[in-house]
Nanobody, 125 residues
Framework: QVQLVESGGRLVQAGGSLRLSCAAS????????MGWFRQAPRKEREFVGR???????FYADSAKGRFTISRDNAKNTVFLQMNSLKPEDTAVYYC???????????????????WGQGTQVTVSS
């Protein structure tokens, strides 16, 4: 069983930056791929990005060039650095763990085995 706890969400002005953290339990964290998703009101949960066990990363087009995912395996933590935030980035942000090292469906929520409770990010214009 893996427990994930996100933190760092808050209200920020457009153009600002935030760093979200996701702390994971479990001794096999370093072998998991970790994903970030977000869900805005009345919208489906959407993929933001993913970091694999080897720290290779994949991003949604909306995140490329603005968001960066990193991980600290010693601290069982994954980060989402968000820069140049826009009002349309407003959403609840979730981290998720995928026990499969390689997953062609990595942008789909159902590819992930464990989820955190989410953290609210609000970007004001």
């Amino acid at each position: 069983q893996v427990q994930l706890v996100e933190s760092g969400g808050r209200l920020v002005q457009a153009g600002g930056s935030l760093r979200l953290s996701c702390a994971a339990s479990g001794r096999t964290f370093s072998s998991y791929a970790m994903g970030w998703f977000r869900q805005a009101p009345r919208k489906e949960r959407e993929f933001v990005g993913r970091i694999r066990w080897d720290s290779s990363t994949f991003y949604a087009d909306s995140a490329k060039g603005r968001f960066t995912i990193s991980r600290d395996n010693a601290k069982n933590t994954v980060f989402l650095q968000m820069n140049s935030l826009k009002p349309e980035d407003t959403a609840v942000y979730y981290c998720a763990a995928d026990i499969k090292r390689y997953n062609a469906n990595y942008a789909r929520p159902d590819a992930y085995n464990y989820w955190g409770q989410g953290t609210q990010v609000t970007v004001s214009s």
